[in-house]
């Protein structure tokens, strides 16, 4: 984990993303280069808010932070109040509102291949949130992605059993034609961490509890907008699982995934009732020349490991 890591974080800042920010920022080796919101879990207005909440219990507001897209491609919008609250933080009294003046005037997407074209073949991306403000910048600058080192991305489903949607993950179904656009055309190499993996690497409320009760004001924030969403997890799995924390994970230590499967990824448009869905060619039926790295198994000692040092 010595390598050094030059990281932009694309996120809909709800629970989860709010925790793979912490760990980025506990991370020795993570250079945090920028925050770029789009809408998702909540509005971007909302998700611009959170971010800076987040950076300033990290007290590193020196990150800057670009507000994107406000809605899907096509103009639809997804929301995931019912999980992350209204705010998207959980609904806690007593965090202070954070002077949104620091948000930067340039566009997400602008921003995106401006520090890509800055740093070409050296900054990663973790997309955590819908694709919208990846897709643009790859329509605005048709080579940003061969620009860039890597492209992890926390969405898609593999069994259907994603909880937001009948057969599809939340991020993929907020925005799937730029899911489409990301897949089919970037150029750089992609991994994509699915819904369902996630759910099998939860951590145990024990080893939560034993975190978030630590004395220091991260851990009382994770704590505090935690709580409501817990008890949503607990009815579904018994563990807590923050699913957009492993992609960050991942990117800061590429040992703590086991197994990654080599397949072409696409995503349904059209279909009723599985439009966003991911569909992975594992019968090689569909001849196209770039493939993506899906995760499959990740080494949950780890993972807690490093958990335990963003608190």
């Not at 709580?227 to 960050?248: K, R």
Request: proline content about 4%.
């Amino acid at each position: 984990m010595t390598d050094q890591v030059h990281m932009i974080i694309d996120c809909d800042v709800g629970v989860d993303d709010a925790q793979a920010i912490m760990l980025a920022l506990a991370m020795p080796n993570v250079e945090l280069v920028a925050i770029t919101c789009v809408a998702g879990n909540v509005d971007v207005d909302k998700v611009c808010t959170n971010t800076l909440k987040v950076l300033e219990v990290c007290d590193r507001l020196d990150i800057p932070v670009y507000k994107g897209a406000t809605s899907a491609i096509l103009g639809s919008i997804e929301r995931a109040e019912y999980y992350h609250g209204e705010d998207g933080l959980g609904e806690v009294d007593g965090i202070p509102e954070p002077d949104l003046t620091m948000i930067k005037e340039e566009v997400a997407a602008i921003a995106l291949v401006r520090m890509v074209n800055e740093m070409p073949g050296q900054i990663s991306i973790a997309a955590i949130g819908p694709l919208t403000n990846i897709a643009i910048a790859m329509k605005l600058d048709p080579n940003f992605t061969r620009k860039l080192k890597e492209l992890v991305i926390m969405g898609g489903d593999l069994e259907g059993r994603a909880a937001a949607f009948l057969t599809s993950e939340f991020n993929f179904t907020c925005d799937p034609e730029a899911v489409h656009i990301v897949l089919s055309g970037s150029q750089c190499p992609v991994d994509v961490l699915p819904y369902e993996v996630c759910r099998n690497y939860g951590f145990t409320y024990d080893f939560f509890n034993g975190l978030v009760t630590r004395d220091n004001k991260k851990a009382k924030f994770i704590k505090d907008i935690s709580a409501s969403s817990l008890e949503m997890d607990e009815f579904e799995t018994g563990l807590h699982t923050p699913c957009d924390l492993y992609a960050i994970a991942y990117l800061v230590n590429k040992s703590c995934v086991t197994r990654r499967d080599h397949v072409h990824v696409q995503v349904e448009l059209q279909g009723s009732l599985t439009r966003g869905k991911m569909v992975t060619d594992w019968n090689n039926k569909v001849s196209q020349n770039h493939s993506i790295n899906v995760i499959m198994e990740m080494d949950m000692d780890k993972l807690k490991i490093m958990f335990a040092e963003a608190m």
